[in-house]
């Protein structure tokens, strides 16, 4: 299993933050974007993020919390990330599945708590990850909703990644470990003193 780290909470700055993720074996860096309609919240300065990545040893799983990404998709490509992932309630995920695509650019779909997991069958052509939301999006350091789970076995694993995002720690972390190819956390580790120790929690 690897590991995403999200810095969408953090305790002094961004910078230092991300500074901290580089310096551990974190696999990815999980970069939460919102638009403030998808979910309440805001934090789309993409310049800013740009900014903040474009030297990134790691390579970069983003994760578009935005209703319409086609912008966000064409600007973020700048930073050559690994995964562009989207949620599969917007308007016609198609779309953007297929332009992430265009750009060589592994596609995910995000699947919320309450979304039938049944729905990644209409674009099974076009994905190469499902992610898997174990909080409702919007904000980092929520309680995680063990009943998603479940969604895990009705992905056909030969032919997608699966990635689990909300609520992950080191006991969380036991119920999915063998399950998911690549597990999201972020205020687990960002909010703690030492990064790796915290990683290294998730991985025994
Ligand atoms: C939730 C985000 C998650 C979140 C993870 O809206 O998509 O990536 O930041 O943070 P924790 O691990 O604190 O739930
Ligand atoms: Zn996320």
């Known amino acids: 299993m ?3 780290v999200s810095f969408l909470k953090y305790q002094n700055s961004k910078e230092e933050t991300i500074k901290k993720i580089m310096a551990t074996h974190a696999d990815y860096i999980h ?7 998808f979910v309440e919240a805001k934090n789309d300065d993409l310049d800013e993020f740009i900014h903040l990545l474009k030297d990134s040893k790691k390579p970069l ?8 990404p086609k912008e966000y998709i064409d600007k973020l490509k700048i930073l050559n990330p690994e995964f562009i992932t989207i949620q599969a309630e917007i308007l016609n995920p198609l779309v953007y599945l297929k332009q992430i695509k265009s750009y060589n650019i592994r596609a995910g779909l995000a699947i919320n708590p309450d979304t039938d997991i049944n729905i990644i069958n209409n674009y099974l052509n076009y994905l190469d990850l499902v992610l898997i939301m174990s909080v409702y999006p919007g904000m980092g350091g929520q309680k995680f909703i063990p009943q998603v789970t479940k969604k895990i076995k009705m992905i ?6 699966v990635s689990i995002d909300g ?8 119920i999915v ?3 998911v190819d690549i597990c999201v956390s972020g205020s687990f580790v960002c909010m703690s003193e030492d990064y790796e120790k915290q ?3 998730l991985l025994t």
């Open 2 to 4: 690897k590991v995403s």
């Open 31 to 37: 970069v939460d974007i919102m638009d403030g309609l």
């Open 61 to 68: 799983d983003i994760h578009l919390m935005v209703a319409s």
């Open 156 to 161: 056909p694993r030969d032919k997608l990644l």
């Open 167 to 174: 609520g992950i720690n080191d006991e969380t972390i036991k």
């Open 177 to 179: 470990r063998d399950d």
């Open 199 to 201: 990683l290294e929690k």
